[in-house]
T-cell receptor, first 113, second 119 residues
């Protein structure tokens, strides 16, 4: 079946612009996670949804980062007033439950100029 | 202290040899899970293998096995009969099932090991 998909795959933004990154999880997966992966590093947890409820947002680096999953399927990660330090790959993962294996999408590479 | 430590930034291995990628972890939870992911240059994280803290036997998936030593808090990945297509970044990750700190619902990753298989 179809895996996790993310769009766009690449995004270039000027500093100060707002961006929106989309994640389509595997159908039927209750849990959805966002991670940020800086160049040469492992992914770092940003936030977690169970269905439409955002249960953990402790990893969001600032109040410029906002995530939503209004109908419990597709999720959007929004970054307002982007800064150069936001440049990274943003990975989305989904799982059948919170403790199940997480399956990752291809990521969105964000470059802020 | 780092929760996941991968001490090998890079490794070169001859094709068809076995390779062991090291991973040590730190947690005070009794219940946790350990994962290995492969990330080729295309960027996608590919799940390889999982080991639960209460599993008594080492996990195996095809050519992948996990050498789980709970007392030493290590979870090394063993790849048998390496292939050219195994060249990639490999990440060890942990999920803590208790409430020992922030981000308990997400995975904590190590910095990764860049594995290069030589013909």
């Amino acid at each position: 079946g179809a895996g996790v998909s993310q769009s766009p795959r690449y995004k270039v933004a000027k500093r100060g612009q707002d961006v929106a990154l989309r994640c389509d999880p595997i159908s039927g997966h209750v849990s959805l996670f966002w991670y940020q992966q800086a160049l040469g590093q492992g992914p770092e947890f940003l936030t977690y949804f169970q269905n439409e409820a955002q249960l953990d947002k402790s990893g969001l680096p600032s109040d410029r980062f906002f995530a939503e999953r209004p109908e419990g399927s597709v999720s959007t990660l929004k970054i307002q007033r982007t800064q150069q330090e936001d440049s990274a790959v943003y990975l989305c993962a989904s799982g059948t439950t919170a403790t199940d294996t997480q399956y990752f999408g291809p990521g969105t590479r964000l470059t802020v100029l | 202290a780092q929760k996941i430590t991968q001490t090998q930034p890079g490794m070169f291995v001859q094709e068809k040899e076995a390779v062991t990628l090291d991973c040590t972890y730190d947690t005070s939870d009794q219940s946790y899970g350990l994962f290995w992911y492969k990330q080729p240059s295309s960027g996608e994280m590919i799940f390889l293998i999982y080991q639960g803290s209460y599993d008594e036997q080492n996990a195996t998936e095809g050519r992948y096995s996990l050498n789980f030593q709970k007392a030493r808090k290590s979870a090394n990945l063993v790849i048998s009969a390496s292939q050219l297509g195994d060249s990639a970044m490999y990440f060890c990750a942990m999920r803590e099932n208790g409430y020992s700190g922030g981000g308990a619902d997400g995975l904590t990753f190590g910095k990764g090991t860049h594995l290069i298989i030589q013909p």
